[in-house]
């Protein structure tokens, strides 16, 4: 079952998400297993993210990498809303 995941980290400004972006890239992980969108969104100056993932365990390996990198910019992601996904139209 797909997982939605929203985050409103603290201190996530556009500038760091293109750099924790840019270093998840680089790491190898841009585009990682089992995320099936990504979205992130500008409100009052900080990047909130909806992410949708095939599975917590997909979520959970890319957090290996991800945890780190958001540590070393001074982002702190906070606890993400998690809910089952009922249905996603595309287009």
């Known amino acids: 079952m797909a997982l939605g995941m929203y985050f409103t980290p603290t201190s996530f ?3 760091r ?3 924790a972006i840019s270093r998840l ?3 190898g992980v841009g ?3 089992g995320r099936l969108y ?3 969104i500008e409100t009052d100056g900080q990047i909130q993210v909806f992410d949708v993932w095939d ?3 997909s979520f959970q390996a890319f957090g290996a990498t991800l945890v780190p990198i ?3 910019l001074g982002v702190d992601p906070g606890e993400p809303q998690v809910s089952p996904v009922h249905n996603i139209i595309e287009g």
Do not use: F, G, K, R
């Open 13 to 15: 400004t556009p500038a």
């Open 17 to 19: 998400y293109d750099n």
């Open 25 to 27: 890239e680089a790491a």
């Open 31 to 33: 585009a990682p297993a």
């Open 38 to 40: 990504h979205v992130a």
């Open 55 to 57: 599975s917590q365990e």
């Open 70 to 72: 958001l540590a070393e």
